[in-house]
Nanobody
Framework: QVQLVESGGGLVQAGESLTLSCQASRNLFSVDVMGWYRQAPGKERELVAR???????DYRDSVKGRFTISRDSAGDTLYLQMNGLKAEDTGLYYC???????????WGQGTQVTVSS
């Protein structure tokens, strides 16, 4: 079982930056994949970025070069550094953790990011 708590969202202007944090209730190194998802009003939830236990990272095309996903050295916090924010980045951002051997799929409650143009 993993509890996840996101923070760091807010209202910013286009071009500015935000860093989202996801605090986990346990060390994340045993988690197979950690990811950030977002959901805009009236749209489906979509993957923004993910990082595997081996450190492999993957991003959706629209955020490549602007967003960076990372974990801290203690292994219990996931980050999403977002630079050059655009209005289309607006949404509720969720942290996700998947442990395949346990069929675990855990979500945080989300943190709102609003980018004004």
């Amino acid at each position: 079982q993993v509890q996840l708590v996101e923070s760091g969202g807010g209202l910013v202007q286009a071009g500015e930056s935000l860093t989202l944090s996801c605090q986990a209730s346990r060390n994340l190194f045993s988690v197979d994949v950690m990811g950030w998802y977002r959901q805009a009003p009236g749209k489906e939830r979509e993957l923004v970025a993910r990082i595997t236990s081996g450190g492999y990272t993957d991003y959706r095309d629209s955020v490549k070069g602007r967003f960076t996903i990372s974990r801290d050295s203690a292994g219990d916090t996931l980050y999403l550094q977002m630079n050059g924010l655009k209005a289309e980045d607006t949404g509720l951002y969720y942290c996700n953790a998947r442990i395949y051997s346990q069929r675990g799929d855990y979500w945080g409650q989300g943190t709102q990011v609003t980018v004004s143009s």
